[in-house]
């Protein structure tokens, strides 16, 4: 009797590590694909589009002093924004530790509905643990872009009579899109926790969440189309040169 209950435990058990890998390879799967449709349309996804809007915003900031305020002030409202995501984290990730002291007691509860996968409290632990560790990276993340976003912001302000061969609109908008990706990734590990949350509910949960975030991804990442046939148009007709 006993080796019967271990065998099925060991086999549940089995059941969420198969399903936590299948779902972290669609993941992997969608990026892959992301990275592919780049290659042939560099303005394929909102990231790509943002990234090129923020090196034209350094280069016409840059330009005029007389515009430094507005930038100064876009800088802020970035920052602050950074800030507040990584602020939340940090109170996610106490509201998850929390979680993991209350385990014997919200077991039995978070499990009602769990049906496929297993209910071991060593893998509700485990559980947990990733998604503190998927917090802790947004925390990071944000945390970088804040920092990034503080450099750029003096940077910004530099005339154009003191700007030097290291400090050019070029060299500041690829550390303005250093923190832009930074904020990006501090995003991604969000939609990432959104799948773990529902583990912690059974695998079944997890997959569906998968399926759901993928589909969500695709339909934000993308840029409009209208806007990559601009942009495209761009590229295949570039202005003729000025007499």
């Known amino acids: 009797m006993v080796t019967t209950t271990t ?70 409202n970035a920052t602050m924004a950074a800030t507040f995501m990584a602020s939340t984290a940090i109170l996610l990730i106490m509201g998850t530790l929390n979680l993991s002291g209350e385990a014997s007691k919200l077991l039995d509860t978070w499990h009602l509905l769990n049906f496929f996968g297993s209910s071991l ?65 501090g995003m991604r590990a969000y939609y990432f926790s959104v799948p773990l949350v529902f583990w912690l509910f059974g695998p079944l949960f997890m997959l569906l969440a998968t399926l759901v975030l993928v589909a969500v991804m695709y339909h934000v990442d993308r840029s409009p189309k209208e806007l990559q046939d601009e942009y495209a148009a761009a590229d295949n007709n570039p202005p003729l040169p000025s007499e």
């Open 7 to 76: 065998t099925i435990a060991d086999l549940e058990y089995f059941r969420d590590i198969v399903i936590l890998v299948f779902c972290a390879t669609i993941l992997a799967i969608y990026h892959v694909y992301l990275r592919m449709k780049l290659r042939h349309n560099p303005h394929y996804t909102v990231q790509a589009v943002n990234r090129h809007a923020r090196t034209e915003w350094v280069k016409s900031m840059m330009s005029d002093p007389a515009r430094n305020i507005v930038g100064v002030q876009t800088l802020r």
């Open 121 to 185: 409290p060593t893998l509700w632990i485990v559980k947990l643990l990733c998604l503190v560790t998927t917090f802790f990276a947004s925390f990071f993340a944000f945390s970088m872009s804040v920092r990034l976003y503080n450099h750029v912001g003096f940077q910004l302000s530099v005339p154009p009579s003191g700007q030097t061969p290291h400090l050019t609109p070029h060299t500041v908008a690829i550390h303005l899109n250093r923190a832009g990706s930074f904020y990006s990734v």
